[in-house]
T-cell receptor
Framework: GIQVEQSPPDLILQEGANSTLRCNFS?????LQWFHQNPWGQLINLFY???GTKQNGRLSATTVATERYSLLYISSSQTTDSGVYFC????????????FGTGTRLLVSP | EAGVAQSPRYKIIEKRQSVAFWCNPI?????LYWYQQILGQGPKLLIQ????????DSQLPKDRFSAERLKGVDSTLKIQPAKLEDSAVYLC?????????????FGPGTRLTVL
């Protein structure tokens, strides 16, 4: 099956710092989503981004489908950004099955 | 619009007991998914429904897990009998609207503890 690798696995930031999270995947994809899982376990949709660049406030994401990677940028981080960030992909062939990476655990300290 | 609803939010049972989880997807979403998330890992798909038909249940442990989606709307996931390794968060997701037609949206999950 498709492999999804995220880096770094853990990240500690001071409030106000910027960061870049990376997602590498091993096959062509129809769908790529970034999620934030908050400390209560809720998965919150950040971006639906199978290709191109999107921005939403302090967050932006870029997917380069031909090179099989996606980046999530967090600028001016806040303590509420803490949690786990997951990248999930759906292969171009087959059913609509999201395969999740192992996540990046982010802790933003005040 | 209302999000994906799940209940209960928490459940504690002893091994060999049975348990059921309920999910109500976003209105109009044709596709419904159940995922299992073990602590420290990403969610793993258990079963996918398209309307009320099963599309993919290849990773569902069918000797103890079952799921149904009546009338193509609500869904229930059952475990009988539960094992210690079933302790996890069970997430329901739905998708399938126009635009980002295969974007999935997740409910708050049910945290199951098997003692």
């Amino acid at each position: 099956g498709i492999q999804v690798e995220q880096s770094p696995p853990d990240l500690i930031l001071q409030e106000g710092a910027n960061s870049t999270l990376r997602c590498n995947f091993s096959d062509s994809v129809n769908n790529l989503q970034w999620f934030h899982q908050n400390p209560w376990g809720q998965l919150i949709n950040l971006f639906y981004i199978p290709s191109g660049t999107k921005q939403n406030g302090r967050l932006s994401a870029t997917t380069v489908a031909t090179e099989r990677y996606s980046l999530l940028y967090i600028s001016s981080s806040q303590t509420t950004d803490s949690g786990v960030y997951f990248c999930a992909v759906e292969r171009r062939t087959g059913f609509q099955k999201l395969v999740f990476g192992t996540g990046t655990r982010l802790l933003v300290s005040p | 619009e209302a999000g994906v609803a799940q209940s209960p939010r928490y459940k504690i049972i002893e091994k060999r007991q049975s348990v059921a989880f309920w999910c109500n997807p976003i209105s109009g979403h044709a596709t419904l998914y159940w995922y299992q998330q073990i602590l420290g890992q990403g969610p793993k798909l258990l079963i996918q429904f398209q309307n009320n038909g099963v599309v993919d249940d290849s990773q569902l442990p069918k000797d103890r897990f079952s799921a149904e989606r009546l009338k193509g709307v609500d869904s229930t996931l059952k475990i009988q009998p539960a094992k210690l390794e079933d302790s996890a968060v069970y997430l329901c997701a739905s998708g399938g609207t126009s635009g980002s037609w295969n974007e999935q949206f997740f409910g708050p999950g049910t945290r199951l503890t098997v003692l």
